[in-house]
């Protein structure tokens, strides 16, 4: 089956500092990846997703890249803030009819000190 | 983006009980929510794929009666953990998507079960 690899599991910043997250998956018929934010005793927040028919995508502060030949693609958040503080997923599935089931990475921790 | 809603956010119960956590979506119907587990400092687990009115597909090792699943409708998918017992304590998060063909999946805010 489907598994996605998530590197690093901790990750540690100074405010204003670039963190990149990356993230390799096994499954080459893979062609939807999201990236969600979770902070504790809460649910993942959605933040950013990349489609395997586009190489790069940004929104203001965060980024994604994929590399569909490597299998792997990665989250980029530069001019960090303490409040980007959290546990980031990154994830792999399969679109179709109906969506396919999402397979999470095993998470990084990311901490971002002032 | 789509709104879940996920209730209780935390329930604490006796060993033996059953406990109910319902997921709604609040402003798009859900033809297919998610229930994950995920155990503290881990990833998401994905438990059962819930189908509205159709049965639900379990992930391999989750007990189907252990944990019963209902969609009954569009906005509405509940996981109720039977004869709870302390190994099952863990966070319980639903998820869903925006109609079909959206890959975006929304997840709840989650649930604390602690079984004593």
């Known amino acids: 089956g489907e598994n996605v690899e998530q590197h690093p599991s901790t990750l540690s910043v100074q405010e204003g500092d670039s963190a990149v997250i990356k993230c390799t998956y096994s499954d080459s018929a893979s062609n939807y990846f999201p990236w969600y934010k979770q902070e504790l005793g809460k649910g993942p927040q959605l933040i950013i997703d990349?489609?395997?028919?586009?190489g790069e995508k940004k929104d203001q502060r965060i980024a994604v890249t994929l590399n569909k030949t490597a299998k792997h693609f990665s989250l980029h958040i530069t001019e960090t803030q303490p409040e980007d503080s959290a546990v980031y997923f990154c994830?792999?599935?399969?679109?179709?009819?109906?969506?396919?089931?999402?397979?999470f990475g095993q998470g990084t921790e990311l901490s971002v000190k002032p | 983006g789509a709104v879940v809603s996920q209730h209780p956010s935390r329930v604490i119960c006796k060993s033996g009980t059953s406990v109910k956590i319902e997921c709604r979506s609040l402003d798009f119907q859900a033809t297919t929510m998610f229930w994950y587990r995920q155990f503290p400092k881990q990833s998401l687990m994905l438990m059962a794929t819930s189908n509205e009115g159709s049965k639900a597909t379990y992930e391999q090792g989750v007990e189907k009666d252990k944990f019963l699943i209902n969609h009954a409708s569009l906005t509405l998918s509940t996981l109720t953990v039977t004869s709870a017992h302390p190994e099952d304590s863990s966070f319980y998060i639903c998820s869903a998507r925006e109609g079909q063909g959206n890959e975006k999946l929304f997840f709840g805010s989650g649930t604390q079960l602690s079984v004593l």
């Open positions: 990349i489609r395997s028919n586009v």
């Open positions: 994830a792999a599935s399969r679109s179709g009819n109906q969506g396919g089931k999402l397979i």
